[in-house]
């Protein structure tokens, strides 16, 4: 008998994971929110790694189209120093494709594909144990119960209360982004500034960032430490008045560096969240968590890699199991929790360096992870 599974969320970890479901054959239920696939912007571009983002796409039957759409020239890293000079610059060699960038909305689609998503649909409620399944509650009041509920709802997933209580906590530090549109013809210097990949600046608490997406666009990440209402007195809609408290923040940087912020469009204020480094949780019947949902971590390349990977392998387990249904999600959380801890303790440490008092903590663990 085929099980009743529904995803909550149609992020990369909800996709991935009804993708290869429907590669086995088994219908899987997309619960999202948003109104339509273009109802908001879908965010910056993502380096998909070989073992992690790229072997999901494999086992999705995905990974030749993705690598026709991805860009290995985004690979490419240059780190500055606030004054300007270049201090470090990676290039991918021709034939590298270890973490080859794509935009999101790109990878979303490829996702898409012949899914039938039901859009609109805003989850309110998760609850287990009922005698008719997993009950799931929507804003509009209606209610559908499933056999198994896959949370991939990210950050404030109101999937985790049917088996966590854990909520996430701020860091310290925040990012506003901003963004460059048709960088090459209308700001050609920061162009070249940025190359074809990213380029990063670091200072005293505090960074600025650049990445290439692609068709010019170009997102800009200012990242400091301040309290969660740094910006109280700040009207978000105000873009001049944003954008002068962001260039005092950075007052005394190149001037180059500064046209980073002087030339972005709009402003977004993105405090960073996290959920506990081993966040784990007592198994429930009927509802597990992907991605963000699971376990939300500092965004330094790692999260959507491990939220695709996810999908992949617990649709995989599903599609497999020959006995219980409930004995290999078991099985697949215990794989994701171990795997999850050290890749959060890795992000962790690796926020707290580059958003540090020394900025040759950020530079040293560059030379660590970039190749040589």
Request: charged residues 20%; aromatic residues 6%; hydrophobic residues 40%.
């Amino acid at each position: 008998m085929r099980h009743r599974i529904a995803v909550v969320g149609s992020g990369p970890a909800g996709l991935t994971f009804a993708r290869v479901m429907h590669r086995h054959g088994y219908p899987v239920a997309v619960l999202e929110r948003d109104p339509a696939p273009d109802a908001r912007p879908p965010g910056g571009t993502l380096d998909l790694h070989e073992g992690m983002g790229q072997l999901a796409l494999h086992k999705a039957g995905l990974l030749t189209e993705f690598q026709a759409l991805s860009r290995p020239e985004g690979q490419a890293m240059r780190i500055l120093d606030t004054d300007g000079t270049v201090l470090r610059d990676w290039r991918p060699r021709p034939d590298d494709r270890a973490n080859p960038e794509i935009d999101r909305g790109q990878l979303r689609d490829l996702l898409l594909g012949p899914l039938d998503v039901q859009w609109g649909r805003s989850v309110t409620q998760v609850v287990p144990g009922t005698r008719e399944g997993v009950a799931v509650h929507f804003a509009d009041g209606r209610q559908e119960t499933f056999d198994l509920v896959v949370g991939a709802d990210g950050a404030w997933s109101r999937t985790r209360p049917a088996v966590s209580s854990v909520t996430p906590h701020y860091t310290g530090v925040t990012y506003v982004e901003t963004s460059l549109d048709d960088v090459d013809t209308r700001h050609p210097g920061l162009a070249r500034l940025i190359g074809d990949g990213s380029v990063a600046v670091y200072g005293v608490n505090r960074g600025l960032v650049a990445q290439r997406n692609s068709g010019g666009h170009v997102k800009v990440y200012a990242q400091f430490r301040a309290p969660l209402d740094w910006h109280t007195d700040l009207d978000p809609a105000d873009v001049e008045a944003v954008r002068s408290s962001l260039l005092a923040l950075f007052d005394g940087w190149a001037a180059p560096v500064l046209d980073l912020l002087r030339h972005g469009t709009a402003f977004v204020h993105r405090p960073l969240y996290v959920l506990p480094v081993s966040h784990t949780w007592t198994h429930v019947p009927g509802v597990t968590l992907l991605g963000d949902a699971a376990h939300l971590m500092p965004p330094l390349g790692a999260g959507a890699n491990l939220a695709m990977l996810e999908g992949a392998e617990l649709a995989e387990s599903i599609a497999t199991c020959r006995g219980d249904l409930d004995e290999a999600v078991r099985a697949f959380e215990e794989q994701m929790w171990a795997r999850a801890g050290r890749w959060a303790k890795i992000t962790t440490a690796g926020l707290e360096r580059l958003v540090s008092p020394d900025p040759a903590d950020a530079l040293a663990l560059f030379d660590r992870v970039q190749p040589s």
